[in-house]
């Protein structure tokens, strides 16, 4: 199954102080998890950091055991819904900052399973209902031995049309996907689980042990229909977005306050690629048809959009996936980092708002428990 879709929006993180203060309460526990899908976990502390209300030390503390998520959210009452309260101020932050990368970050933050103290036990759902729609559809992956797994691909589907419905690539949603099922009854309740804060990219994906519930066949027959840009934005601010560009149909004066993209760029003309990359280790990226007069007028590979910005990117992270197929069977060497570097190319090959912003430093090595 094909699941290594671009990851998105990796800027910041906490601060020393709150990093060595969940750190002491994540060590209380035998069998962390929480920092397995990283670049999720930084991406919705963007967010949720641009309003506060709350006081929440770190969007971590929702992915804890109740006990250690009451150090870090002493302001919330239902810690049973602190991981939907994170999800839901992350989203509105950046819905309300036109932050295309920080709406997909919270929508896939809100899927994300949550610790629990043994292998096969759900953790408990939230009774409450959220703000945004793209979040109130969602719930947390339970864990894989669980018998409450079995509501896992449809919980990956709903992930994939809130983020279709706001013209995000809904195959991101397979990044929310959780581990391989433990054993149950295994003393260590370690299950196939793996904990890095020092992987950016998160240690599930580096160590291959993402396993998602749904094909990406099942996710694309899932949003077909769905329209995009409902909730990307306030409405004056669709048109400015320069990783979601709206499609014009007649010329328009040029608005000083936008971004300098050309906007017939995203006008569709005849039937021809706008796909301007042409680097190809492990394959060329899928072209992007631009065809006048359709409904959805860009199509990478049978999938449709209704903007230029959402299809670039898909056919960016699709020659990324190849790529990274390629690298992990041997193909050619250096691993999968240079994919992750090709797929940023292709990215500032179409002008696209670059969603991975990887932090320098030393990466941790990930330990498989």
């Not at 879709?5 to 709150?18: F, K, N, Q, W, Y």
């Not at 670049?39 to 503390?61: S, W």
């Not at 049973?80 to 509105?92: E, G, P």
């Amino acid at each position: 199954m094909k699941y290594g879709t671009a990851l998105v929006a990796l800027a910041g993180i906490a601060s020393a102080r709150e990093i060595s203060l969940y750190s002491r309460q994540a060590s209380k526990r035998e069998v962390p998890q929480e920092h397995s899908h990283e670049a999720i976990l930084r991406g919705a502390n963007v967010a949720l950091k641009l309003n506060n209300p709350l006081n929440i030390v770190d969007a971590v503390f929702s992915l804890l055991g109740n006990a250690a998520a009451a150090t870090g959210a002493p302001e919330v009452a239902n810690l049973d819904c602190l991981q939907q309260i994170i999800a839901d101020q992350a989203f509105t932050n950046a819905k309300e900052a036109g932050d295309l990368d920080g709406q997909v970050q919270a929508i896939l933050f809100r899927g994300l399973e949550r610790n629990t103290l043994q292998v096969g036990l759900a953790s408990v759902l939230c009774n409450e209902t959220a703000v945004n729609p793209e979040i109130a559809n969602i719930q947390q992956h339970q864990d894989p031995a669980s018998p409450e797994a079995v509501n896992n691909a449809a919980i990956e589907l709903e992930i994939a049309k809130s983020l279709a419905s706001i013209g995000a690539d809904p195959l991101l949603a397979l990044q929310s996907a959780t581990f391989p099922p433990g054993e149950l009854g295994d003393p260590t309740a370690a299950g196939n689980t793996c904990n890095d804060e020092n992987d950016a990219a998160g240690c599930i994906v580096t160590l291959n042990l993402l396993t998602p519930a749904v094909t990406e066949e099942e996710i694309l027959a899932a949003v077909a229909g769905i329209d995009a840009g409902a909730g990307a934005g306030d409405e004056a601010d669709d048109a400015e977005d320069d990783a979601c560009t709206v499609v014009v149909t007649e010329p328009a004066t040029e608005d000083p306050n936008e971004d300098a993209d050309d906007d017939d760029d995203d006008v569709p003309t005849n039937t021809v690629n706008v796909q301007a990359f042409t680097g190809s280790l492990g394959g060329p990226p899928p072209p992007v048809e631009s065809t006048s007069g359709a409904a959805r007028p860009f199509a990478v590979k049978g999938a449709t959009f209704l903007n230029a910005g959402a299809a670039l990117q898909r056919s960016c992270a699709v020659q990324k996936n190849a790529c990274a197929n390629a690298a992990n069977a041997g193909q050619f060497p250096g691993g999968t980092q240079q994919c992750d570097a090709q797929e940023d190319q292709c990215r500032a090959a179409n002008s696209l708002r670059r969603l991975r912003r990887r932090r320098g430093g030393r990466r941790g090595s990930a330990v498989r428990r």
